[in-house]
Protein backbone atom coordinates (compact mmCIF):
# COMPACT_ATOMS: atom_id res chain seq x y z
CA UNK A 1 0.00 0.00 0.00
CA UNK A 2 1.28 3.73 -1.11
CA UNK A 3 1.08 5.22 2.08
CA UNK A 4 -0.11 8.96 1.92
CA UNK A 5 0.35 11.83 4.69
CA UNK A 6 -2.32 14.75 5.47
CA UNK A 7 0.06 18.32 6.75
CA UNK A 8 -1.82 20.47 7.92
CA UNK A 9 -0.57 23.91 9.08
CA UNK A 10 -3.25 25.86 11.16
CA UNK A 11 -3.72 29.61 11.18
CA UNK A 12 -6.08 32.61 9.97
CA UNK A 13 -6.36 33.30 5.54
CA UNK A 14 -5.06 36.17 4.35
CA UNK A 15 -2.16 39.28 4.48
CA UNK A 16 -3.68 40.49 8.48
CA UNK A 17 -2.70 37.42 9.84
CA UNK A 18 0.78 36.44 8.27
CA UNK A 19 3.31 36.74 10.71
CA UNK A 20 1.08 36.13 13.78
CA UNK A 21 1.93 33.66 16.46
CA UNK A 22 -1.10 31.98 15.16
CA UNK A 23 -0.02 30.98 11.92
CA UNK A 24 3.20 29.48 13.01
CA UNK A 25 1.62 25.91 11.45
CA UNK A 26 1.16 27.66 8.06
CA UNK A 27 4.79 29.12 8.44
CA UNK A 28 5.79 25.33 8.26
CA UNK A 29 3.82 24.16 5.31
CA UNK A 30 5.01 27.01 3.68
CA UNK A 31 8.82 25.98 4.17
CA UNK A 32 7.79 22.35 3.21
CA UNK A 33 6.32 22.87 0.27
CA UNK A 34 9.39 25.52 -0.88
CA UNK A 35 10.87 21.86 -0.26
CA UNK A 36 8.82 19.99 -2.80
CA UNK A 37 9.37 22.39 -4.79
CA UNK A 38 5.46 23.33 -5.23
CA UNK A 39 3.51 26.28 -4.87
CA UNK A 40 0.08 26.09 -2.92
CA UNK A 41 -3.27 25.91 -5.02
CA UNK A 42 -6.70 26.84 -3.99
CA UNK A 43 -8.95 23.97 -3.41
CA UNK A 44 -12.68 24.70 -3.42
CA UNK A 45 -14.36 21.33 -2.63
CA UNK A 46 -11.92 21.31 0.53
CA UNK A 47 -11.93 24.64 1.15
CA UNK A 48 -7.71 24.86 1.64
CA UNK A 49 -5.03 25.27 -0.12
CA UNK A 50 -2.84 22.65 -1.30
CA UNK A 51 0.10 21.47 -2.29
CA UNK A 52 0.88 17.26 -3.55
CA UNK A 53 3.93 16.38 -3.69
CA UNK A 54 6.39 13.53 -1.86
CA UNK A 55 8.20 14.84 1.61
CA UNK A 56 11.45 13.54 3.25
CA UNK A 57 14.14 11.89 1.22
CA UNK A 58 14.98 9.89 -2.07
CA UNK A 59 12.25 8.95 -3.11
CA UNK A 60 10.31 10.37 -0.54
CA UNK A 61 6.47 9.56 1.02
CA UNK A 62 3.06 11.06 -0.93
CA UNK A 63 2.16 13.98 1.17
CA UNK A 64 -0.66 16.68 0.94
CA UNK A 65 0.02 19.70 2.61
CA UNK A 66 -3.36 21.96 3.71
CA UNK A 67 -3.57 25.43 4.72
CA UNK A 68 -7.76 26.07 5.25
CA UNK A 69 -9.00 28.95 3.98
CA UNK A 70 -11.60 29.56 7.25
CA UNK A 71 -10.45 30.87 10.62
CA UNK A 72 -8.72 28.74 12.85
CA UNK A 73 -12.05 28.33 15.53
CA UNK A 74 -13.57 26.64 11.88
CA UNK A 75 -10.44 24.52 11.12
CA UNK A 76 -12.20 21.16 11.20
CA UNK A 77 -14.66 21.64 8.75
CA UNK A 78 -11.58 21.89 5.59
CA UNK A 79 -9.28 19.65 7.69
CA UNK A 80 -12.28 17.27 7.50
CA UNK A 81 -13.16 17.34 3.67
CA UNK A 82 -9.25 17.04 2.61
CA UNK A 83 -9.46 13.93 4.57
CA UNK A 84 -12.59 12.80 2.59
CA UNK A 85 -11.72 13.79 -0.47
CA UNK A 86 -8.08 12.45 -0.60
CA UNK A 87 -9.25 9.32 1.60
CA UNK A 88 -6.84 9.86 4.11
CA UNK A 89 -7.39 8.12 7.56
CA UNK A 90 -7.34 10.23 11.05
CA UNK A 91 -3.89 8.29 12.01
CA UNK A 92 -2.31 9.68 8.56
CA UNK A 93 -2.39 13.26 9.47
CA UNK A 94 -0.36 15.88 11.19
CA UNK A 95 -1.62 19.15 12.24
CA UNK A 96 1.31 21.94 13.47
CA UNK A 97 -0.47 24.86 15.79
CA UNK A 98 1.13 27.01 18.16
CA UNK A 99 1.08 26.17 21.62
CA UNK A 100 0.95 28.69 24.89
CA UNK A 101 2.18 26.41 27.43
CA UNK A 102 5.40 25.57 26.06
CA UNK A 103 8.43 27.73 25.75
CA UNK A 104 9.22 30.01 22.21
CA UNK A 105 10.83 28.11 19.47
CA UNK A 106 10.46 24.62 21.62
CA UNK A 107 8.57 21.46 20.03
CA UNK A 108 6.21 18.89 21.11
CA UNK A 109 5.32 15.42 18.97
CA UNK A 110 2.62 14.07 19.84
CA UNK A 111 -0.38 11.18 18.78
CA UNK A 112 -3.91 12.02 20.47
CA UNK A 113 -4.55 13.93 23.55
CA UNK A 114 -6.74 16.80 24.80
CA UNK A 115 -6.75 19.91 22.98
CA UNK A 116 -5.62 22.08 25.45
CA UNK A 117 -7.89 24.23 25.03
CA UNK A 118 -7.18 25.24 21.53
CA UNK A 119 -10.03 26.21 19.16
CA UNK A 120 -8.07 25.03 16.35
CA UNK A 121 -7.63 21.48 17.73
CA UNK A 122 -11.41 21.67 18.99
CA UNK A 123 -12.66 22.05 15.68
CA UNK A 124 -10.56 19.45 14.05
CA UNK A 125 -11.84 17.10 16.83
CA UNK A 126 -15.26 17.77 16.22
CA UNK A 127 -14.91 17.59 12.51
CA UNK A 128 -13.17 14.10 11.99
CA UNK A 129 -14.74 12.92 15.05
CA UNK A 130 -11.56 11.70 17.03
CA UNK A 131 -8.47 13.30 18.69
CA UNK A 132 -6.10 10.30 17.10
CA UNK A 133 -4.13 12.00 15.49
CA UNK A 134 -0.52 13.83 14.79
CA UNK A 135 0.09 16.96 16.64
CA UNK A 136 3.13 19.20 16.47
CA UNK A 137 2.96 21.92 19.16
CA UNK A 138 5.16 24.75 18.55
CA UNK A 139 6.20 26.93 21.13
CA UNK A 140 4.68 30.41 21.44
CA UNK A 141 5.18 30.85 25.11
CA UNK A 142 2.71 32.88 27.24
CA UNK A 143 1.85 36.31 27.17
CA UNK A 144 3.90 38.96 29.19
CA UNK A 145 2.16 40.44 32.17
CA UNK A 146 -1.81 40.24 31.94
CA UNK A 147 -1.91 40.03 28.14
CA UNK A 148 -5.17 38.37 27.22
CA UNK A 149 -3.69 35.02 25.82
CA UNK A 150 -6.10 35.79 22.56
CA UNK A 151 -4.62 39.24 21.84
CA UNK A 152 -1.09 37.31 22.03
CA UNK A 153 -1.29 35.06 19.46
CA UNK A 154 -3.38 36.93 17.40
CA UNK A 155 0.04 39.25 17.30
CA UNK A 156 2.97 39.25 15.32
CA UNK A 157 6.48 38.04 17.08
CA UNK A 158 8.67 40.31 18.66
CA UNK A 159 11.76 41.70 17.14
CA UNK A 160 13.91 38.78 19.30
CA UNK A 161 12.10 36.07 18.18
CA UNK A 162 11.82 37.13 14.60
CA UNK A 163 15.90 37.11 14.79
CA UNK A 164 15.02 33.30 15.25
CA UNK A 165 11.72 32.37 13.69
CA UNK A 166 13.49 30.92 10.66
CA UNK A 167 15.38 28.62 12.23
CA UNK A 168 12.58 27.08 14.44
CA UNK A 169 10.37 27.13 11.70
CA UNK A 170 13.25 25.07 10.27
CA UNK A 171 13.46 22.84 12.27
CA UNK A 172 10.06 22.31 12.65
CA UNK A 173 9.39 21.72 9.00
CA UNK A 174 12.47 18.48 9.78
CA UNK A 175 10.52 17.14 12.29
CA UNK A 176 7.58 16.79 10.45
CA UNK A 177 9.78 14.81 7.57
CA UNK A 178 11.32 12.90 10.99
CA UNK A 179 7.92 11.89 12.13
CA UNK A 180 6.76 10.80 8.64
CA UNK A 181 10.37 8.98 7.50
CA UNK A 182 11.33 7.62 11.04
CA UNK A 183 8.10 7.00 13.09
CA UNK A 184 6.80 9.04 16.21
CA UNK A 185 8.74 7.77 19.35
CA UNK A 186 12.57 8.52 16.64
CA UNK A 187 11.23 11.81 15.84
CA UNK A 188 10.73 12.71 19.55
CA UNK A 189 14.17 11.52 20.88
CA UNK A 190 14.95 14.05 17.61
CA UNK A 191 13.08 17.05 18.63
CA UNK A 192 12.21 17.18 21.99
CA UNK A 193 15.01 19.05 23.80
Do not use: C
Not at 28 to 33: E, M, R, S, T
Not at 57 to 74: C, D, F, Q, V, W
Not at 159 to 170: G, M
Request: no cysteine.
Amino acid sequence: MNEVWLVVGLGNPGPTYAGHRHNIGHEVVDLLAERMGAKFKRHLRARSDLVEGRIGGTPGTKAILAKPRSYMNESGGPVASVLKSFKVEPDQLIVIHDELDIPYGTLRLKKDGGDNGHNGLKSVRRSIGTGDYYRIRFGIGRPPGRQDPADFVLSPFGSAERKELAFFVDRAADSVEALIEDGLEKAQNSYHL
